[in-house]
């Protein structure tokens, strides 16, 4: 057509052109000539990516990521020092997560590999707990006199294998993911994704040099690896799927669904009563590791006291003598008020002064 309409001179002006044009572009004017949408689907992947929504509100909810990073539970499940009977309850509590992320993503591609996780969840289970018994890790206690109430055994009564039942707080989060939709499923997936990454890579980069001495047991890592990859490319297919989207971004949802994850872990730890040692050469490496991934680890773990269990109980003693001093203060602040006078020297003391004597009034009874 150009050789009939303007001559041979246009023909060649064209070529010389398309020969100046750099090789990727060139690539793609030729994939669009045979196959539009796959050209199309390669000049526009970069921009998905950074348009991606979910991966805008994970980072506007990357302090709480951090948060679940440091929970004692988690870091217990890196160095291996997490009780059998606390991970056997969060391999029961899998499944019900798993079924509310199958629920949550219907009708969408996404539902056929989490059934997929849901019909190999029982396989990786037997899996997971027969490796950290073959470590020796057991529900036995130390004590012959410790007996369970259910069944008689040399076992804690939370830790009976014949009364097992999948917690509340596994319950409400599969209840939210139901209600939330892909929202609720992609914060699940991408936050517990990367808090498993992330713990795996800084036992990897401990475990150089003079730090492969420390004692840690990679018994839990079978789990960590699972959720650090499967979960992670789900947790992306779910922000491909948001990409497209016609509907507002149920952003709610999303922060809802993290709140209840985080739950989950810390009722478990509540449960198990999870202590640690932060001064132990383990655990302080891992977290040392875990602040060079993530700068501004070791601040946001002091911030957030409300979330994360105090593993020593040094700064939960300071943080309640705080909170009592504040009361003071405040009750101080308002008889001062009530009798008109600037001087709450004299109402602290009276207020203190009742505050000692309802306290002995409560420990004599």
């Known amino acids: 057509n150009c050789q009939n309409e303007r001559g041979e001179g246009y023909i060649q002006h064209c070529m010389t052109m398309i020969a100046s044009l750099p090789i990727s572009i060139f690539f793609l004017l030729v994939l669009s000539c045979i196959f539009p949408k796959s050209a199309s689907a390669l000049s526009t992947s ?31 499940l890196v160095t291996g020092d997490l009780q059998l009977g606390a991970f056997q309850r969060l391999v029961l509590d899998r499944k019900a997560i798993l079924e509310g992320l199958e629920i949550a993503t219907r009708g969408t591609t996404i539902t056929r590999d989490i059934q997929k996780q849901l019909s190999s969840h029982e396989k990786l289970a037997t899996d997971w707990l027969q490796t950290a018994e073959k470590a020796g890790k057991t529900i036995t206690v130390s004590d012959p006199n410790i007996k369970c109430y259910n069944c008689g055994g040399n076992h804690l009564n939370i830790d009976c294998p014949e009364d097992q039942a999948i917690s509340s707080s596994a319950q409400a989060l599969k209840s939210l993911l139901i209600s939330n939709g892909i929202e609720g499923a992609a914060a699940v997936l991408q936050c517990y994704s990367f808090c498993c990454t992330t713990l795996l890579k800084s036992f990897g980069s401990q475990q150089e040099g003079k730090q492969s001495l420390l004692k840690i047991d990679p018994v839990y890592h079978g789990w960590l690896e699972a959720h650090s990859t499967t979960w992670a490319t789900l947790g992306g297919n779910c922000g491909d799927y948001l990409v497209n989207k016609n ?69 939960t003693a300071k943080v309640m003598e705080q909170k009592a001093q504040s009361k003071v203060d405040k009750a101080a602040a308002y008889l001062a008020a009530k009798n008109g006078s600037s001087n709450t020297k004299n109402a602290k003391l009276d207020v203190a002064a009742a505050y000692l004597a309802a306290k002995k009034k409560k420990e004599r009874k």
């Not at 922060?255 to 739950?263: D, E």
């Not at 989950?264 to 060079?292: C, F, K, Q, V, Y």
């Open 247 to 315: 509907s507002k971004l149920n952003t709610d949802g999303y922060n809802t669904c993290l709140s209840m994850l985080y739950n989950w872990i810390d009722a478990e730890a509540a449960t198990t009563g999870i202590r640690a040692d932060l001064n132990g050469p383990a655990l302080s490496s891992i977290m040392d590791e875990l602040e060079r991934l993530e700068p501004g680890y070791a601040s946001q773990r002091d911030k957030h006291q409300s979330f994360v269990a105090d593993l020593t109980g040094t700064k």
């Open 46 to 76: 970069s921009s998905n990516n950074n348009d991606n929504p979910s991966n805008h509100l994970f980072e506007q909810n990357r302090r709480e990521s951090l948060n679940l990073l440091n929970h004692p539970l988690q870091l217990q």
